[in-house]
């Protein structure tokens, strides 16, 4: 059931089929694809494909992220295919997977945790930006092979929107899945996207030329 559209996506950059590599980016809870699509001007975006796809009514899930995920259905699973109909895309135009890479913030970026752990490959990075898996706490998941993807989770530690502990989970859930996880944790009640963060994207963008 597609709620999402992927028509509505955004799309900056070379052509899929012209592009060396691609970024997915996934805006959060009542924004935007233009608003996440800025976060492309502090990258190195030089031949890349960047696409940011809409949510419907700027909203992935109507949920809270940790609730039980029946409850966030049928939403999360048409976001979730929105995504996967972009990475086939992208690689079915030549793009490896471990060039493919997909971020989010808040929301989105939730999504794009959730969204590597169900369809495990050798993606080019993985980011959860004030972000962590989908469902409730000690929820059991099917194993997933990220054996070598550079994944990126980090939140404050005060973040109204992310609980602390479900972040920790988070991180040891994806380590268990063989992600290479770097674990940015932030003092202070920001929900926002932090320098640290775009470094951590910029560095392995940069790997990609």
Known sequence: MKLHDPAKTL??????????????????????????????????ARDLAILAPAATQNTWYPQRFFVPLAENEPWLSSALDLVESHVAELHSAGIPYEKIGIAGFSQGGCLALEYASRHPRRYGLVAGLSSALIGPPGLSRQPADLSGV???????????????????????????FGAE????????YDHTVFPEEIEW???????WA
């Open 11 to 44: 799309r900056l950059g070379k052509q899929p089929a012209e592009a060396k590599a691609a970024l997915i980016l996934l805006h959060g809870r009542g924004a935007s694809a233009d608003d996440i699509a800025g976060l492309a001007e502090y990258l190195p």
């Open 150 to 176: 550079p994944v990126l989770v980090a939140c404050a530690t005060q973040d109204a929107h992310i609980p602390l502990p479900l972040v920790e989970e988070s991180i040891g859930t994806l380590r268990g």
């Open 181 to 188: 996880v770097t674990r940015q944790i932030f003092p202070g």
């Open 201 to 207: 994207l910029s560095a392995r963008m940069a790997a």
